[in-house]
């Protein structure tokens, strides 16, 4: 099973941008169906986006689509979230997450090991 450990968050003003790192270890992630999700408090864990084996097909949440981009860099085993024009609405937990099946991308459900997640905060 593959390990996934998140970094990257922090404090950031509306209109920031950062990137978020998801370091693998155990396995190649080049192997896996990749994820990352979200969540706020008081509520339960969002899809934000996803990215296919071989870095086929990118898949996006409606809520951030055109603001952030999911990419992969299998010589450091690292996926990566970069965000861009960060809403006050973008605060959460970010959690990256693998999957060794494509049948649920959009689900929690559907990934096989997970991060301990990272915080992000946007303030207005």
């Known amino acids: 099973q593959v390990t996934l450990v998140e970094s990257g968050g922090g404090l950031v003003q509306a209109g920031d941008s950062l990137r978020l790192s998801c370091a693998a270890s155990g396995r190649t992630l080049s192997s896996y169906f990749m994820g990352w999700f979200r969540q706020a408090p008081g509520r339960e864990r969002a899809f934000v986006a996803a990215l296919s084996r071989g870095d086929i097909t990118t898949t996006y949440a409606d809520s951030v689509k055109g603001r952030f981009t999911i990419s992969r860099d299998n010589a450091k085993n690292t996926l990566y979230l970069q965000m861009n024009s960060l809403k006050p609405e973008d605060t959460a937990v970010y959690y990256c997450?693998?999957?060794?099946?494509?049948?649920?991308?959009?689900?929690?459900?559907?990934?096989?090991?997970w991060g301990q997640g990272t915080q992000v905060t946007v303030s207005s």
């Open positions: 997450a693998a999957s060794q099946s494509d049948s649920w991308p959009r689900k929690t459900y559907g990934y096989d090991s």
